[in-house]
């Protein structure tokens, strides 16, 4: 496999800051140019008592623990995995692949990975395992730590992380944000000793909105509203969506809707359509009803959008949705291991804590 170094400047402008804000030497009258949430990161690492020589360890995880992490992440798996296969496919040559991870930088799904026995190979199975804390105070300095703690789409690479470690990595790394405006994961892509592909951040944040917007077209509401600007045509990372509940209530938006109407929009229950559009909700649902492809609203603040009214699905009240069995999820774990191992039981064991017989026992069990 190939390997890379950053350009000698950019090295250079690297080192320099390595050892002005972490060795703590005299600021060189030139400075060094690298990003300020990068030099954020290294000062919590700093601040937490770490040094770049600490060994970093990446610790086993028990198969209740992964069972645990990932019925509590169901609904955000379910809707990156179509993302993460998608992404597989457009990575599958540059040997990067995709991490996602819950809002505290716990793995909690992952792509497909290189294939292959190499050191390189080794050290991408060591981080794409589901419980795994990636988290900043687990492994310092990432692009997983850095996109949660900033909010914001971010690129590292080599010897930008904290630790030494995990030098040999590079990473494109963008926040996910639910319905309701809160952090609830991030999309990470990873690779282990190769060529620098600072592109790939637009990639990771284009793929985290897709994600956000399949949790909102998944989430029950009256009305499904689809808002861009006038003139401008909509794609996945501008479409602006919106969940109206029978009363006019927002009741959930994505990134693009936010940033378009300047609003924290879902994070506050009683947010109506009256305080976002100068006109009616009731006109709104009328369009819905008759099949409007598009109408222009006005806003309070004197812009126009073009919104795309739809009636949606709602759950029945009452209704529950199915849940996965326990035992279910288990197996799906295990045989995942499986697969990552390509075959190899032993290897897969290994990389839940469990016996080979454990794994023979519940995947015998499965076929029952």
């Not at 690297?14 to 050892?19: D, L, S």
């Not at 954020?40 to 600490?54: I, K, Y």
């Not at 930088?105 to 294939?115: E, N, R």
């Not at 045989?335 to 390509?342: F, I, P, T």
């Amino acid at each position: 496999m190939t390997t890379y170094s950053a350009a000698p400047e950019r090295s250079f402008s690297i080192a320099q800051a390595r050892r002005e804000w972490i060795e703590g030497e005299a600021a060189d009258p030139r400075g060094a140019r690298i990003e300020p949430w990068l030099i954020r990161s290294w000062q919590r690492c700093l601040a937490a008592g770490h040094r770049p020589q600490q060994r970093v360890c990446f610790d086993p995880v028990s198969a209740a623990a992964a069972r645990h992490v990932a019925e509590r992440n169901r609904a955000l798996v379910s809707a990156a995995r179509p993302v993460l296969d998608k992404l597989s496919r457009a990575i599958a040559d540059t040997h990067y692949f995709a991490v996602l991870t819950d809002a505290e930088g716990v793995v909690i799904d992952v792509g497909a990975l290189p294939g292959g026995s190499d050191p390189a190979v080794r050290h991408a199975r060591d981080i794409a395992r589901i419980g795994v804390d990636l988290s900043e105070r687990a492994v310092g300095t990432t692009a997983i730590g850095a996109a949660l703690a900033e909010r914001e789409s971010v690129w590292l690479h080599r010897n930008e992380h904290f630790f030494d470690d995990t030098g040999i990595y590079s990473c494109a790394g963008a926040p996910l944000f639910g319905p309701q405006g809160q952090c609830i994961g991030m999309l990470d892509l990873t690779g282990v000793q190769v060529v620098e592909r600072p592109e790939l951040r637009h990639l990771a944040a284009l793929s985290a909105r897709s994600i956000e917007n399949a949790l909102m077209l998944a989430l029950p509401c009256e009305l499904l509203l689809r808002i861009d600007w006038p003139g401008y045509a909509a794609g996945p990372a501008t479409e602006g969506l919106l969940c109206i509940d029978a009363d006019g209530r927002v009741t959930g938006a994505n990134t693009a809707a936010r940033q378009m109407l300047h609003q924290p929009l879902g994070t506050d229950p009683t947010l109506h359509c009256n305080d976002l559009f100068a006109l009616p909700p009731q006109m709104l649902f009328d369009a819905a009803r008759r099949g409007d492809t598009a109408l222009e609203v006005p806003l309070w603040s004197g812009l126009r959008v073009q919104a795309h009214p739809q009636l949606a699905h709602r759950a029945p009240r009452g209704a529950s949705q199915e849940r996965p069995q326990l035992r279910d999820l288990e197996t799906a774990l295990i045989r995942r291991a499986v697969d990552d191992a390509r075959g190899n039981v032993a290897e897969a064991a290994r990389t839940l804590g469990i016996s080979r017989a454990t794994v023979y026992r519940k995947l015998a069990r499965r076929r029952q």
